[in-house]
């Protein structure tokens, strides 16, 4: 999709007044205000109803405006020369004179990060002065947007304005990863687990501890409202089912992440699938087991934190 530049002058009218705008990136649509304004941060808190504990990620266009606001290392540095712009997100020790809204932090020391990839948010971040602070657009718990219409289904005219960026490439939040000290992987996410570890040499796991200290980390989350129950082998008859790859036949009560077990299509397709479910106002949802490597991690741990009770 090109760039619509009266989108993005559009977009910096309403930052630049601590408006919200809804942007797409290559993970998921994002609720973004700035930064360095704590009057913008409230007001995205208060439209997702987030609670506050809860921090947000920063997204910035590159690392010459990041000098301002963190200290980078060794650790950071080599993982965003390989994987930046991307589906990353780093935690990094903030700056005592960093301009960061308390609000974005909680008041923590540390700043979660990022550098998005999609074209037209990088042009708008390349053309203020402030980075983007913006967790995603959809109220808090419920299932990520991945096109403009998702947004405008969450928020209505409670937001200023959207950016049409198409349906988002990986569908699947950014991975997150502490790099404070010894690397830690805190959310898996859109860049491959594997991936990391083989650039960094390194066997990191994903252990999930619920202590806010990066964003995505609540239990309940990603939800469409309705039970879902996992490792399905025979779905019941009223249920949604949803399958890692398509059958021959083809039921109506049967949603496909993939033609052919390809998880990087399934991440994708995953909260388009789950949306349309909500909206065809089903009453349960099962879902058949998903291979629990590359994607398939961040697809279960999706599901998983969808489906707490």
Do not use: W
């Not at 301002?68 to 991307?86: E, I, Q, S, T, W």
């Not at 700043?111 to 990839?117: D, H, S, T, Y």
């Not at 399958?243 to 009560?253: A, C, D, E, P, V």
């Amino acid at each position: 999709m090109k760039t619509n530049n009266s989108s993005i002058k559009k977009s910096i009218h309403l930052l630049k007044k601590n408006e919200c705008v809804g942007i797409p990136t290559e993970t998921v649509y994002g609720l973004a205000a700035n930064a360095y304004s704590s009057k913008a941060i409230l007001k995205v808190f208060k439209l997702k109803r987030r609670p506050r504990t809860n921090p947000l990620i920063v997204h910035y266009h590159d690392i010459k405006f990041l000098k301002n606001d963190c200290y980078l290392n060794n650790r950071f540095m080599k993982l965003y020369k390989l994987f930046c712009p991307g589906p990353i997100t780093f935690i990094l020790k903030k700056k005592p004179n960093s301009n960061i809204s308390k609000f974005v932090t909680n008041n923590k020391k540390t700043l979660a990060v990022r550098f998005p990839k999609h074209r037209t948010t990088r042009l708008l971040l390349k053309n203020i002065s402030f980075p983007l602070a913006a967790p995603s657009a959809n109220v808090s718990t419920s299932i990520s947007p991945v096109t403009k219409k998702d947004v405008l289904e969450e928020f209505g005219s409670k937001i200023k304005y959207v950016i049409d960026g198409g349906k988002t490439k990986v569908g699947l939040e950014s991975t997150i990863i502490d790099v404070t000290g010894r690397p830690k992987i805190l959310r898996v996410g859109g860049l491959d687990l594997r991936t990391i570890n083989k650039s960094l040499k390194l066997n990191l796991n994903y252990n999930f501890k619920n202590k806010y200290k990066a964003p995505g980390q609540s239990k309940l989350h990603y939800s469409p409202g309705i039970p879902i129950i996992l490792n399905v082998k025979k779905p019941k008859k009223f249920s949604a089912y949803i399958l890692i790859s398509k059958r021959r036949y083809n039921n109506k009560n049967y949603f496909y992440l993939t033609k052919n077990r390809n998880l990087n299509e399934a991440g994708q397709n995953l909260y388009k699938i789950l949306r349309n479910i909500k909206r065809k106002k089903y009453k349960l949802i099962e879902v058949e087991n998903i291979p629990n490597q590359g994607l398939g991690l961040t697809i279960n741990d999706r599901l998983k934190r969808a489906s707490y009770k």
